[in-house]
């Protein structure tokens, strides 16, 4: 299947600064992605959808100005956490969908800690 | 909406044993159903899916068969291996968007 990577794969900030987070599709070129936050022992939310070179579609609940994503190009996404609280540390998970069959290639994750 | 319940991990089973990962949903239509795998310090992997009722989707030695008079599509397996230990998702496609369960941890014992 499709690889899609994720950097920093942890990270540990201060309370009030901003982190940015890279999701990269190594071997093939994606239109749509998404990103999902996942808190322990509970399941993948989605945060937002975004196409190649257009503004993210973010769900509900989901605060745009603080959740920044850029979809640069088809291979690079990334999202930032701007001001981020203790209240964001989760596990942020970036995904693409590569066909007409939504079937979706995820990458590992990037664990956020906020002290 | 739609939604997914799976059963709570974890699963503690012995090398050979028989698998059964519960997974029921709630949807408007008939969505396409999901098993993901995910192994420690790895991303979610797509294990087997069914697009249609009585479709069963199988990869790996797993299986799972969409029923739509249970809307269940229950994750099993003839006899586990060690190398089986990983959580697993059950998901369908709602509106496009993928919906998960919360995920069973599975660990197999030698």
């Known amino acids: 299947g499709a690889v899609v990577s994720q950097h920093p794969s942890w990270v540990i900030c201060k309370s009030g600064t901003s982190v940015k987070i890279e999701c990269r599709s190594l071997?093939?070129?994606?239109?749509?992605m998404f990103w999902y936050r996942q808190f322990p022992k509970q399941s993948l939310m989605l945060m937002a959808t975004s196409n190649e070179g257009s503004k993210a579609t973010y769900e509900q609940g989901v605060e745009k100005d603080k959740f920044l994503i850029n979809h640069a190009s088809l291979t690079l996404s990334t999202l930032t956490v701007t001001s981020a609280h203790p209240e964001d540390s989760s596990f942020y998970i970036c995904?693409?969908?590569?066909?007409?069959?939504?079937?979706?290639?995820f990458g590992p994750g990037t664990r956020l800690t906020v002290l | 909406g739609d939604s997914v319940t799976q059963m709570e991990g974890p699963v503690t089973l012995s090398e050979e044993a028989f698998l059964t990962i519960n997974c029921t949903y709630t949807?408007?239509?008939?969505?396409?159903l999901f098993w993901y795998v995910q192994y420690p310090g790895e991303g979610l992997q797509l294990l087997l899916k069914a697009t249609k009722a009585d479709d069963k989707g199988s990869n790996k030695g797993f299986e799972a068969t969409y029923r739509k008079e249970t809307t269940s599509f229950h994750l099993e397996k003839g006899s586990v291996q060690v190398s089986d230990s990983a959580v697993y998702f059950c998901a369908l496609v709602g509106f496009q968007k993928l919906v998960f369960g919360t995920g069973t941890r599975l660990l197999v014992s030698p």
């Open positions: 949807a408007t239509g008939y969505p396409s």
């Open positions: 995904s693409y969908t590569a066909n007409s069959y939504n079937e979706q290639f």
């Open positions: 071997d093939f070129q994606a239109t749509t």
